[in-house]
T-cell receptor, first 114, second 115 residues
Framework: AQTVTQSQPEMSVQEAETVTLSCTYDTSESDYYLFWYKQPPSRQMILVIRQEAYKQQNATENRFSVNFQKAAKSFSLKISDSQLGDAAMYFCAYYYNAGNMLTFGGGTRLMVKP | GAVVSQHPSWVICKSGTSVKIECRSLDFQATTMFWYRQFPKQSLMLMATSNEGSKATYEQGVEKDKFLINHASLTLSTLTVTSAHPEDSSFYIC???????????FGPGTRLTVT
């Protein structure tokens, strides 16, 4: 069974600094997708970034980038120039076609200090 | 684009009554919709997957007779919590998947409080 593990229940970062959130996953599939979702206090799930496993290049979206290590089954999220609005729960998620569902990690609560 | 709405956003009901939550894809057709439950400070737990025009597939441990799911059209899925009890109080989130895509789009969630 596919599992997603986020080993950091809470993280904090100073405003304007950089923070990295960790995620590891377990799968026997070779073709899959990985996501980072943000859930602010409003609880609306917001897609931050996605990575297709077949792509070697790490995905980037403005201040957000990932370090995708396929062999190590690791998918970390780096947030640069952290802003107060980045404070939220962050969930790592995994999807593969035959599974037809997203598997979420336990989440990391990110606090941003002014 | 790709907006999913949920209604109501917050509902309070008395123990023993039933409550229906609607999930709509506003600007796309969703052949598959998903229902999640989220307890405070926890992750999303998949309850069931529904495909338009067919019966929902429930995850292990989810009571199908308590949580009735109907996916009657390509833009609407409903979750009915029957004979609600205080332990059913939770945050319920739906998501919808675009045809032939792996992308899922999430609704804003519904907070259910059973008194």
């Amino acid at each position: 069974a596919q599992t997603v593990t986020q080993s950091q229940p809470e993280m904090s970062v100073q405003e304007a600094e950089t923070v990295t959130l960790s995620c590891t996953y377990d799968t026997s599939e070779s073709d899959y997708y990985l996501f980072w979702y943000k859930q602010p206090p409003s609880r609306q799930m917001i897609l931050v970034i996605r990575q297709e496993a077949y792509k070697q290049q790490n995905a980037t979206e403005n201040r957000f980038s990932v370090n995708f290590q396929k062999a190590a089954k690791s998918f970390s999220l780096k947030i640069s120039d952290s802003q107060l609005g980045d404070a939220a729960m962050y969930f790592c998620a995994y999807y593969y076609n035959a599974g037809n569902m997203l598997t979420f990690g336990g989440g990391t609560r990110l606090m941003v200090k002014p | 684009g790709a907006v999913v709405s949920q209604h109501p956003s917050w509902v309070i009901c008395k123990s023993g009554t039933s409550v229906k939550i609607e999930c709509r894809s506003l600007d796309f057709q969703a052949t598959t919709m998903f229902w999640y439950r989220q307890f405070p400070k926890q992750s999303l737990m998949l309850m069931a997957t529904s495909n338009e025009g067919s019966k929902a597939t429930y995850e292990q441990g989810v009571e199908k007779d308590k949580f009735l799911i109907n996916h009657a059209s390509l833009t609407l899925s409903t979750l009915t919590v029957t004979s609600a009890h205080p332990e059913d109080s939770s945050f319920y989130i739906c998501s919808a998947r675009v045809l032939l895509s792996y992308e899922q789009y999430f609704g804003p969630g519904t907070r259910l409080t059973v008194t």
